[in-house]
């Protein structure tokens, strides 16, 4: 994606609603060819960002420029977008094919064009053996690339998705995880996903922007929002993590010197902003592993074991009454120590990360 062009340019964008600020001053370049994801807890503001995106909410100030043109004054229909909501709201009594054509036909395309188009969206979601079910006689995941193939004929510039997998259970929205990446891929446009769901984030996106209290806290690749997480709340948000109160002795050039619970002292990469004084570190727990009680740099009691399934997760406490939590793989089970032994855990350093806040 190094040389996409941008697709969607969100500039100090702001919306109020009354006293209440959903919006503030959100700013984010989406590429033209990539899988965006807005992510964050109910109430962050995702929705309401790409429904200004789409023209169902009014922005209150900053712009939207879509491709270099400014949006922000143009109707729904006028914008070269489509949404495909949680709901899919397809047309009962309307046939796959007459669903796919829907759009088209709106805009004043022809019957033959229209229909030819649908065909052809309905063959990318690989639906042609369907075209002429009603939606009651199709599955969930069948009905959502329905409405996919109706929001993807009249060729939008750019596809808004609204957590469109959260009907579905969880084997086929893991199944259709995959199908909505490869349409992405096939069709060349950028996709705008909003979701809760961290791992649906993770697996699909080429980049993430994740949003509390109105606000973008961090944007990266998910490898990056998952491994350098700039502050607290990404950490906590994204995947589970253990954060360590620390001393910070030093911040230089992107690293630090801290103090353990216990004193021991190590190097980790610092993020921005991060300073000298109390802080915390984000460590996720895989990388932290097992040892005898002198051979860590920190020492915990195990409280309890949880089993995962290919994962067990071991729950210890270290001596200031803070949790800590290792993950191993199960085939270490029969070694593992019992509930109130002693242990050393044993930190992977430069997976550790100074938080800046």
């Known amino acids: 994606m190094g040389g996409s062009r941008v697709a969607i340019s969100i500039d100090r964008v702001v919306k109020r609603y009354g006293d209440f600020i959903a919006l503030h001053g959100v700013s984010l370049d989406i590429l033209a060819d990539e899988f965006f994801t807005l992510l964050g807890p109910s109430g962050c503001g995702k929705t309401t960002l790409l429904r200004s995106i789409a023209g169902f909410e009014e922005i209150s100030e900053g712009s939207i420029r879509l491709h ?20 899919y709201a397809l047309f009962p009594h309307m046939t796959v094919l007459e669903n ?6 709106r805009l004043g395309w022809s019957r033959q064009e229209s229909e030819q188009r649908a065909r052809q969206v309905l063959d990318l979601v690989r639906l042609s053996d369907f075209v002429q079910r009603k939606p009651a006689q199709l599955s969930g995941g069948q009905q959502q690339r329905v409405a996919l193939a109706r929001a993807l004929a009249p ?45 649906e ?27 350098a997480p700039v502050n607290r709340f990404v950490a906590d948000f994204i995947g589970e993590t253990n954060l360590i109160e620390v001393e910070v002795l030093e911040v230089c050039d992107g690293q630090a010197r801290i103090r353990l619970p216990g004193g021991h002292a190590l190097a980790c990469p610092a993020a921005p902003g991060a300073a000298p004084g109390s802080g915390h570190i984000s460590l996720r727990p895989e990388r932290v592993s097992l040892c005898p009680p002198d051979g860590g740099e920190i020492r915990a009691q195990v409280e309890h074991q949880v089993y995962l399934g290919t994962d067990i997760q071991l ?6 009454g803070e949790p800590m939590v290792v993950r191993v793989q199960n085939s270490d089970a029969d070694r593992l120590p019992q509930s109130g032994a ?16």
């Open 315 to 320: 729950l210890t406490r270290l001596p200031d």
């Open 100 to 105: 796919a054509m829907f759009g088209t036909l």
């Open 155 to 199: 060729r939008p510039k750019v596809l808004l998705l609204d957590e469109p997998l959260s009907a579905l259970d969880l084997k086929l929205r893991q199944a259709v995880r995959g199908e909505l990446k490869q349409l992405q891929r096939e069709t060349g446009i950028a996709f705008v996903f909003v979701t809760h769901d961290q791992e």
């Open 68 to 87: 270099g043109e400014d949006i922000a004054a143009l109707p729904p229909h006028k914008r070269p977008v489509n949404t495909v909501f949680q709901h």
């Open 201 to 227: 984030a993770l697996t699909m996106s080429d980049r993430i922007a994740v949003m509390s209290d109105g606000r973008v806290q961090q944007v990266g690749t998910p490898r990056e929002i998952y491994e």
């Open 342 to 357: 002693q242990v050393g855990l044993k930190l992977e350093a430069d997976a550790a990360r100074l938080l800046a806040d």
